[in-house]
Structure formats: C-alpha cells, structure tokens
C-alpha cells in the first residue's frame, strides 16, 4: 500500500476503536516504534518506553481495569440507551465498544513516562512521586498513530487505565519510576479512516494580541 501524503494522514486520524483481530506483524510493530521514538524531547533525554501487549491473559487484565474505568467514568450510560443523533454519543457508544472488547484488539501499545519533575516546580514543592514526563511523551504517541495511519492500521489514544493505573504496572511489572501514560489499542481498521471534526483556526487563532482575529495586512 503506497503512503498517503502527511496532510491526508493528519487531515484523515480519527480514532479508531473498531478493530479486526488479525495479528501486528513485528516488522510493523517496529516501523510504529521508530516512528514514536523520533519524537523532540526536552534535552533530548527520551523519557518513553514501551510494553507490546499480545498475551491473551495479560491483554484480559489491561481490558478489565480499562472498562472498570470507563463505567466509573460513564457510569450512567449504556449501551441500549445511547442513540446515533450526536457526535458526542457516537464517540461514547464506540468507546464503550472498545472497553467491552480490547481483550480482542491485536496489540494493546502502552507507552511509559519516565517521572520527573517539570523545572517550574521548585524542589521544596515536590512531595510524593514525580509525574511522567506528559510533555516528552505525547509528540512520541502522535507520531505512533501517525505512522499507523500511514500503514493503515486504527489506533486510538486512551487514558482511562490511568484510573487503576497502580494494578496494571504491577500485573506489567513497570518499575516505580515510570507512569502509564497512555494505552493505544492497535489493529487493523473495521471501518474507514476520518472525517475528522475539529473547530477552524480562524476561530482559534489572534494576531499579535487576544482578541485580533483578522490577520494584518
Ligand atoms: C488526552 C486524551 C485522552 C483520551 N482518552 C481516551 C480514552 O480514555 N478512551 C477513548 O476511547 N478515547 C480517548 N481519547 C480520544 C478522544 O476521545 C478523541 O480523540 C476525540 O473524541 C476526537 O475524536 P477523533 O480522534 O475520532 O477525531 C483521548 C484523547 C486524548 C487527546
């Protein structure tokens, strides 16, 4: 399959959340990580790492802890009562989706931060664990789901394992100086990439101070 063009891939990466369960090749898997790894980092210390989840068991465990989070989070939802009449739903309707079957999803990426403490938190500020280094982290995610638009897997970026974060680093024996940032399930798509729906720059967008959004000249 040739490469679409980077401003169809990024005009074109929505989320991706239903997913066939044929396997990631691992010459795949290692393009995606390339990809990832090319990311800027602050003093270019490279604060990720990665955890290639495949074992069905393991996979089962991630899902669990996954939909224990979204039902806490969209508790009052479900499945029969949500209709297609907005965006808004359709989204909460395919993340559900994705909860209840990411145990079948191929590959379940999840990248790891290393902790560290943003330099405008002053030393004698800092108590208990440093965060993961979000800042580092997310351009090296963005660049994985570009790479698997352009080799036309879905991807999607998800956070909501964070809210029992603390048993899945211990089922994946990640050490205590890294966070689970984000989990991205990957497969290869059901259904077709974009349209996205994001709101204009123009409405967005001020020219020398706020407020000026018409541009000089
Ligand atoms: C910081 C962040 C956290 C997100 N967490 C989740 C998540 O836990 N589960 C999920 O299904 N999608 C998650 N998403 C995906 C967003 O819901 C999605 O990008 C947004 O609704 C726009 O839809 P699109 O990507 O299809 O264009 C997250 C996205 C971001 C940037």
Do not use: F, M
């Given at each position: 399959m040739a490469d679409p063009g980077l401003f169809e891939i990024m005009f074109s990466l929505r989320s991706m959340r239903k997913l066939k369960t044929d396997p990631i090749p691992?010459?795949?898997?290692?393009?995606?990580?390339?990809?990832?790894?090319?990311?800027?980092?602050?003093q270019n210390t490279q604060p990720w790492a990665f955890i290639a989840i495949q074992d069905p068991a393991t996979k089962k465990f991630v899902q669990e802890k996954y939909d224990a989070g979204i039902k806490e989070r969209f508790g009052k939802f479900s499945m029969d009562k949500i209709g297609d009449d907005t965006t808004e739903k359709?989204?909460?309707?395919?993340?559900?989706?994705?909860?209840?079957?990411m145990h079948e999803v191929p590959l379940l990426l999840m990248v790891c931060g290393k902790r560290d403490w943003p330099f405008?938190?002053?030393?004698?500020?800092?108590?208990?664990?440093?965060?993961?280094?979000?800042?580092?982290?997310?351009?090296?995610v963005q660049n994985i789901l570009l790479a698997c638009r352009a080799l036309g897997l879905g991807a999607s970026l998800t956070t909501t394992h964070r809210l029992h974060e603390a048993e899945i680093a211990e089922r994946l024996g990640v050490p205590d100086d890294y966070g689970l940032v984000v989990l991205?399930?990957?497969?290869?798509?059901?259904?077709k990439f974009g349209?996205?729906?994001r709101t204009p720059p123009a409405e967005l967008t001020h020219y020398d101070s706020w407020g000026t959004q018409t541009p000089p000249g």
């Open positions: 691992q010459d795949v898997l290692d393009k995606l990580l390339a990809a990832g790894t090319q990311a800027p980092s602050g359709r989204t909460t309707k395919a993340a559900l989706h994705l909860s209840e079957r405008q938190t002053l030393p004698e500020n800092r108590t208990g664990k440093a965060p993961p280094n979000y800042g580092a982290v997310y351009p090296c991205i399930p990957i497969g290869y798509p059901k259904g349209p996205i729906s």
